[in-house]
Each structure stands twice: as structure tokens, then as C-alpha cells.
């Protein structure tokens, strides 16, 4: 089959059909959410016993009767209009299709979920929300009526499908994560205080843990669902890498390094700061004890799930802790010469001084063994990791960002010393000036040498070995039926360029050709696009698209 062959197919939109898709979806998702909002607000006097239906409130009554009774109809008929031209595979298809069911999605997910657990936690201390629990409730209606959409056999959107999986795991994580963290620190908390702010106020010690517990088992199942149920973990393509890395790795490594540093401050202040109540100086240590446990749980699956994918996850995941590591270590070297530089004025007595050295002290401790055993410094590194593109990225974003802080410290100690000279009048010493700003630049002036002179390193191997593809195809088309994963990274690996997928339609799903036959079908093609059609079978056509 030539370019010649390949039938002619019409645009799926052009302009108009675009702006009318986007303002057809605006108007439905304004008009589903002001039916919610009524229909909520009536569903609340319904709900509310101690109120009549027909209230003082006229004024928000015939609010939500108008939301309801005219949002409502036109609603239902713009839906039923749209729900008619997705019988079309150029509807479906459309991005508009997939951002509308993936944004109103995430909303009633989030509203619903978050009001029903929101009420269901209110009645552990005997109070009734009724106006949480009527948003709560139409909400979940709406989220169910959506599922039904995006599930739908027929007429499930073509493009940014996988999305509202994604979402729904990262969501029901995020407030799982949270209220395992307040449940298990308000035990900590009791046991190592032996008291709380509800046990003082007369509230049974009891309540704050079994809300948080409700909040936990809550996200708990809405991640369960959509992590296991809809495939969230199997997938390793689109925005499910990305919230993978940024949210199951990286958020619950910040959570556990957090956890252990507050923990960490909190025992050096006890042992070495004694100024205040052990009280006091122990009222962070339950949460930050739970924090690091749980996040360490997180982090440890996550990290596990990002090595069994691709090269670039695993290696991204690493790169992540080693980020996080480095800015606490960071921090901690110029808090440290910060509290150092104040024994220069006076004498380390001072509360204030003492725990701004313990404090870089613990982000020291705990943020340099995660960059150590994340970035592993002195090990020999292998080509092939040397040309990883996200390795030089992550080099440049450092050494760059490094430097503009670097920069925005080196002035205001150059304000200092201006000012500093300028008034004599001044009482204050020169150190007590300078010292903030001055223990900024040198952290972060070490940070830019280091990754600066590991880029220049990098740069000239390279160079010297020819690591760097040559950028022969400026972009893959690639059209298949099966799983793309494999076939987009020995795309990405042979050529060096993006690669764009567009799925069959219809029922051709097979194993489809070999991912390393497909690579080598694209050697010595030149051109600035290529469609590559992969499958069925063992099929594969290279095409060279015109400018």
C-alpha cells in the first residue's frame, strides 16, 4: 500500500464543527451543574427536619427551583441532542467528547465523595449536615451517570479515555493517604502525650481518629475501584506515567522524608532544646511519625509499580527522590550556616537559634542519604544513562534553578552590605544581616557547581561517543490497534522522535508485529513526519508524509 492508496479522509471537524463541539460541551457542563446545584438545594429542605419547605429564605429557594426546573429540561435536551450525534465515529472521537466526560468526571467525583464522606464523619460527633449530605448525594448521581457514559460500549470517547481512571486512583489516594495519616497520628498522638485537643475540649479522645479512619477507608475504595476495577495500573501510556511518578512517588516521598525530618527535629529538640515543655515539643512528633510510615508504604508500592515499567519510569522515579532529596539537603547546609553564622553575634543560647540548628541539622540528615541513594554519586555511570534525555533534563532544570536562586540571594546580600554601609545608625550587625541570604547562596551555590560540572561531564561523552541520535524523522505517526507501550519506546529509542498514536477502529486487536521489526522498518527513513501503520498482524507500512 503507497501514499497514493491511502484513502482520502475528510476532516473529522475543521473549524466550525470544533467551536461548535466546545461551546455545545461548555453549555452542557454549566448547564448539568447548575441542575445539580438546584436540585441539591431543594434536596436539602427535603432533608433539613427542622425546617418547612417554604422557609424565610424565599430568595434561595426560587433559586434552586429555577436551577432545577429550568436548568434541568434544557440539560436533559442538550444531552439528549449530544448523546444522538455520538453515533457518529467523528464525534466520539473528538477531543471535546473526552474532556467534557473527563473534567465533569473528576468534579462529581470529587464533589460527591468528598461531601458523603464530609457527612458521614460529622455523624461520629452526633452532628447532622444536611446540606453536605443533599451535594453529596446529587453529585453521586451525576458521577454515576457519567461513569455509565464513559464506560459505555458504543459510544465511549475515542481520545482521552484512560483519564477519569487516572484521576478517580490519584483522587481516592490522595484523601486515603490523608486520613490514614490523621487516624494513625491522633493515636500516636494520644499515646505519646497521653492527651488531645478533643480530649481537653470533654470530646471522647475517640472521635478524631474513627473520622479520619472514615476519610481513609473512603479514599481507600475510590482508589481500590479505579486502581484495580478500571486498569489504572496496567496502563503506561498517557497521563498515567506522569501521575505515577509525580503523585505516587514523588508526593509520598515528600510525605515520608517530611515525616521523617519533623519526627527527627522534634526528638533533638527534646534531647537538646529544653526551653519549652516536652509538650509542646512533642506535639508534632505523632503525625509526623504516622506521616513517615505511611508515606513510606506509599512510596515503596509506587516505586515498585515504576520499576516493572518502562526504563524511562524507572529511571524518572529515581530521578524524582533524587530531587527531593537534594532540595532538604540543601536546605538543611544553609539553615545550618544560618544558625552558624549567629553564634558569630551572640552566644548559640537563644531558643530561636538552637532550634534553626536543629532544624537544618534534621533536613541534612534526612534529605542527603535520599539524593546518596537515589543519585548515587560515585558510582560509574553507563552511556546509555548518560544519553537518557531525562537525565540532561533534570541536569539543566537543577544547575538553572539552582542559579536563579543563587542569583536572587547574592542580591539582597548585596542589598545588605549597601544598606548596611548607608546607615550608620543601624544597631543591627552586619552577620545578623547577611546571614540568611548569604547561607541561601552557598547552598545553592554548591548545588549549581556540582550538577553544572556533571552536565559539562555528560555533555562531552556524548559528544566524544556520539550517544545522541541523529533527529532523522521529526515526528511518528503511528497507527495500531493493539497496545502502543512497546511499539512508542522502540519508536522513541531508534529515532529519537515523538511519537503520536492514533488507534483502529473496529475489532483488528491482536498482538499486532514485532516491536523490533517496527523499529528496524524505520531505518534510514528521513522525512519530518511518517505514519507508521502497525497491524494487523505482522503488517507494517512506513509512509512519508509531505510537508
Not at 2 to 29: C, D, H, K, M, N
Not at 313 to 319: C, E, F, I, Y
Not at 508 to 527: C, I, M, S
Request: net charge positive; with cysteine.
Amino acid at each position: 500500500m503507497s501514499a497514493s492508496e491511502i484513502p482520502a479522509v475528510p476532516a473529522a471537524g475543521g473549524a466550525q464543527r470544533t467551536v461548535r463541539r466546545l461551546i455545545v460541551y461548555t453549555l452542557l457542563f454549566v448547564l448539568v451543574s447548575i441542575t445539580a446545584i438546584g436540585l441539591a438545594g431543594l434536596l436539602e429542605r427535603l432533608l433539613d427536619v427542622g425546617t418547612r419547605l417554604v422557609v424565610d429564605d424565599t430568595a434561595g429557594l426560587a433559586l434552586s427551583l429555577a436551577f432545577a426546573l429550568i436548568g434541568g429540561p434544557l440539560a436533559a435536551v442538550l444531552w439528549w441532542v449530544v448523546w444522538r450525534r455520538l453515533a457518529d465515529e467523528s464525534e466520539r472521537s473528538s477531543l471535546a467528547w473526552g474532556l467534557y466526560l473527563a473534567v465533569m468526571y473528576t468534579v462529581s467525583l470529587i464533589v460527591s465523595a468528598t461531601a458523603l464522606l464530609g457527612t458521614a464523619a460529622s455523624l461520629v460527633s452526633g452532628q447532622w449536615l444536611p446540606g453536605e449530605c443533599s451535594v453529596g448525594v446529587v453529585w453521586a448521581a451525576v458521577w454515576v451517570w457519567h461513569r455509565w457514559m464513559w464506560r459505555h460500549p458504543l459510544k465511549r470517547p475515542g481520545r482521552l479515555g484512560t483519564v477519569p481512571a487516572v484521576a478517580g486512583s490519584v483522587f481516592g489516594l490522595i484523601i486515603g493517604v490523608g486520613g490514614a495519616v490523621n487516624a494513625l497520628g491522633s493515636l500516636l498522638d494520644m499515646a505519646i502525650r497521653g492527651t488531645s485537643e478533643r480530649a481537653l475540649s470533654g470530646s471522647p479522645w475517640w472521635y478524631v481518629p474513627l473520622e479520619a479512619l472514615i476519610w481513609a477507608v473512603g479514599g481507600g475504595v475510590i482508589w481500590w475501584w479505579h486502581w484495580f476495577r478500571d486498569g489504572t495500573r496496567r496502563l503506561d501510556t498517557g497521563l498515567a506515567p506522569v501521575a505515577l511518578i509525580v503523585v505516587g512517588v514523588m508526593g509520598s516521598g515528600i510525605l515520608m522524608l517530611g515525616g521523617l525530618g519533623t519526627a527527627l527535629y522534634a526528638l533533638l529538640r527534646l534531647a537538646f532544646d529544653p526551653g519549652e515543655p516536652a509538650g509542646e515539643i512533642l506535639r508534632p512528633l505523632g503525625t509526623a511519625l504516622a506521616a513517615a510510615s505511611i508515606g513510606a508504604l506509599v512510596w515503596h508500592y509506587h516505586r515498585r509499580i515504576a520499576a516493572e515499567r518502562s526504563d524511562g519510569t524507572r529511571r524518572a522515579s529515581a530521578l524524582v527522590m533524587s530531587g527531593i532529596g537534594l532540595v532538604a539537603a540543601a536546605s538543611g547546609v544553609g539553615v545550618i550556616l544560618n544558625a552558624t553564622l549567629a553564634t558569630l553575634v551572640g552566644p548559640l543560647a537563644a531558643s530561636d537559634d538552637r532550634a534553626l540548628l536543629l532544624g537544618g541539622i534534621s533536613a541534612l540528615v534526612v534529605g542527603g542519604p535520599a539524593w546518596w541513594l537515589s543519585w548515587k554519586p560515585t558510582r560509574q555511570v553507563e552511556s546509555t544513562e548518560i544519553a537518557y534525555t531525562g537525565r540532561r533534563v533534570y541536569l539543566v532544570a537543577v544547575f538553572g534553578a539552582s542559579a536563579i536562586v543563587a542569583l536572587i540571594a547574592l542580591l539582597v546580600v548585596g542589598y545588605r552590605l549597601f544598606e548596611f554601609g548607608l546607615d550608620p545608625t543601624t544597631t543591627a550587625s552586619l552577620i545578623d544581616r547577611v546571614r540568611a541570604p548569604l547561607g541561601l547562596l552557598v547552598a545553592t551555590g554548591l548545588v549549581f557547581g556540582y550538577h553544572f560540572a556533571v552536565w559539562r561531564h555528560d555533555r562531552s561523552v556524548i559528544v566524544t561517543e556520539g550517544l545522541a541520535p541523529a533527529r532523522r524523522i521529526g515526528r511518528v505517526i503511528l497507527v495500531t490497534a493493539g497496545d502502543p507501550a512497546a511499539f512508542e519506546q522502540a519508536i522513541g529509542k531508534a529515532t529519537g522522535a515523538p511519537v503520536s498514536v492514533w488507534q483502529r477502529s473496529g475489532d483488528e486487536v491482536g498482538a499486532g508485529p514485532d516491536a523490533a521489526a517496527l523499529a528496524g522498518a524505520l531505518e534510514g527513513v528521513t522525512a519530518k513526519r511518517v505514519l507508521v501503520l502497525a497491524g494487523p498482524g505482522d503488517r507494517i507500512e512506513v509512509v512519508r508524509l509531505a510537508e
